[in-house]
Protein backbone atom coordinates (compact mmCIF):
# COMPACT_ATOMS: atom_id res chain seq x y z
CA UNK A 1 0.00 0.00 0.00
CA UNK A 2 1.26 3.93 -0.81
CA UNK A 3 0.14 6.29 1.75
CA UNK A 4 -2.56 7.50 -0.12
CA UNK A 5 -4.52 4.16 0.46
CA UNK A 6 -3.78 4.29 4.24
CA UNK A 7 -5.02 8.11 4.02
CA UNK A 8 -8.12 6.66 2.13
CA UNK A 9 -8.89 3.89 4.74
CA UNK A 10 -8.57 6.48 7.32
CA UNK A 11 -10.59 9.00 5.81
CA UNK A 12 -13.61 5.79 5.34
CA UNK A 13 -13.01 4.63 8.58
CA UNK A 14 -13.53 7.85 10.36
CA UNK A 15 -16.87 8.80 8.09
CA UNK A 16 -18.26 5.57 8.84
CA UNK A 17 -18.04 6.21 12.06
CA UNK A 18 -19.73 9.95 11.82
CA UNK A 19 -15.97 11.61 12.71
CA UNK A 20 -15.92 13.57 9.34
CA UNK A 21 -18.81 15.78 10.52
CA UNK A 22 -17.79 16.25 14.32
CA UNK A 23 -15.45 18.77 16.12
CA UNK A 24 -11.49 18.74 15.28
CA UNK A 25 -11.32 20.11 18.94
CA UNK A 26 -11.44 16.57 20.23
CA UNK A 27 -9.15 15.57 17.42
CA UNK A 28 -6.58 18.15 18.50
CA UNK A 29 -6.94 16.69 22.21
CA UNK A 30 -6.48 13.63 21.08
CA UNK A 31 -3.66 14.18 18.90
CA UNK A 32 -1.88 15.70 22.40
CA UNK A 33 -2.71 11.93 24.59
CA UNK A 34 -1.13 10.61 21.71
CA UNK A 35 2.00 13.12 22.06
CA UNK A 36 2.18 12.26 25.33
CA UNK A 37 2.35 8.71 24.79
CA UNK A 38 5.10 8.99 21.99
CA UNK A 39 7.43 10.84 24.86
CA UNK A 40 6.73 7.75 27.64
CA UNK A 41 7.93 5.32 24.96
CA UNK A 42 11.06 7.52 23.86
CA UNK A 43 11.94 7.79 26.87
CA UNK A 44 11.59 4.33 28.11
CA UNK A 45 13.08 3.24 25.08
CA UNK A 46 9.52 1.21 24.01
CA UNK A 47 10.15 0.90 20.60
CA UNK A 48 6.55 -0.71 20.42
CA UNK A 49 4.91 2.04 22.31
CA UNK A 50 7.16 4.44 19.95
CA UNK A 51 5.79 2.95 16.27
CA UNK A 52 1.77 2.39 18.13
CA UNK A 53 1.86 6.63 18.89
CA UNK A 54 3.08 7.63 15.79
CA UNK A 55 0.37 5.71 14.06
CA UNK A 56 -2.17 6.50 16.11
CA UNK A 57 -0.98 10.47 15.83
CA UNK A 58 -1.18 10.07 11.88
CA UNK A 59 -4.57 8.63 12.20
CA UNK A 60 -5.54 11.67 14.45
CA UNK A 61 -4.35 13.92 12.05
CA UNK A 62 -5.56 12.77 8.93
CA UNK A 63 -8.77 12.73 10.26
CA UNK A 64 -8.39 16.27 11.93
CA UNK A 65 -7.59 17.29 8.21
CA UNK A 66 -10.55 15.17 6.77
CA UNK A 67 -12.70 17.87 9.24
CA UNK A 68 -11.32 20.87 8.86
CA UNK A 69 -11.12 20.10 4.73
CA UNK A 70 -7.45 19.82 4.60
CA UNK A 71 -5.79 17.57 2.44
CA UNK A 72 -3.26 15.63 4.34
CA UNK A 73 -0.65 15.08 1.46
CA UNK A 74 -1.04 18.93 0.65
CA UNK A 75 0.47 19.34 4.64
CA UNK A 76 2.95 17.16 4.00
CA UNK A 77 4.09 18.62 0.15
CA UNK A 78 4.37 22.29 2.16
CA UNK A 79 6.26 21.37 4.77
CA UNK A 80 8.70 19.39 2.25
CA UNK A 81 8.85 22.22 -0.43
CA UNK A 82 9.46 24.87 3.28
CA UNK A 83 12.48 22.65 4.15
CA UNK A 84 13.86 20.80 0.83
CA UNK A 85 16.35 23.87 0.11
CA UNK A 86 16.61 25.29 3.68
CA UNK A 87 20.45 26.23 4.79
CA UNK A 88 22.01 25.53 7.98
CA UNK A 89 23.49 23.24 10.16
CA UNK A 90 23.11 20.67 12.52
CA UNK A 91 23.86 21.30 16.34
CA UNK A 92 23.04 18.63 19.17
CA UNK A 93 21.05 16.77 16.68
CA UNK A 94 18.87 19.99 15.91
CA UNK A 95 18.91 21.29 12.90
CA UNK A 96 19.52 24.85 12.76
CA UNK A 97 18.58 27.24 9.86
CA UNK A 98 20.25 29.73 8.65
CA UNK A 99 18.80 33.47 10.10
CA UNK A 100 18.23 31.93 13.17
Do not use: P
Request: charged letters at 35%; aromatic letters at 4%.
Amino acid sequence: MIIDDYVEEINDWATERGLSKTSSDKQLNKLMEELGELAEGHNKQHEDQVIDSLGDMFVVMTIYCLQNKISIGECIKTAVDTIKDRKGKTVDGVFIKEGD
